[in-house]
């Protein structure tokens, strides 16, 4: 009986959300999908997530939101490299819309129950590819991402595709 009222208030958001946003003439774009992460020290291979907004500003520069989540168990350890961070994006507004950016934040590792959080910088860009209106493949998106987990520089890898869905 409570399920009714509770998708009859979530529908009733989704249809307000999106009369709102078709109001905003794509200055959103929200992005998601797979990532996958190299660490420099030591040297191993992550799998994981990747989640981004983007409100534009113009057609062509906007402030992301970027976050993701890597997961793996190298040397028999569970590692984990969450990143949150926040920046620039310049982008091509076209059916194949290449863009760069450059964020700013902060990283967290966890692995073999001891965590660490540092400064994060990445710096990259990718290819979006218009499949229906509205909605976007993103090729491929690689960035640099530096990290200085206990005061030594870590020089990283981040390679993502997904969705990007614009408003």
Known sequence: ???KPSLLAGLV?????SAHAQGLGDKVELFGGYSYFRTSSPSYNLNG???AGQYKVTDWLGGVADFDGHYGSP????SSVNTFLFGPQ???PARVSP????????AHVSSGGFGNTSYALAIGGGIDTRL???IYWRVIQGDYLLTHFGGAREDNARLSTGIVFKF
């Open 1 to 3: 009986m409570l399920r």
């Open 13 to 17: 958001f989704l249809v307000s959300l």
């Open 49 to 51: 997530w990747e989640l």
């Open 75 to 78: 040397n028999g350890f569970s």
């Open 90 to 92: 310049v982008s091509w």
């Open 99 to 106: 863009f760069a950016q450059a964020l700013f934040g902060g």
């Open 132 to 134: 229906v209106h509205g």
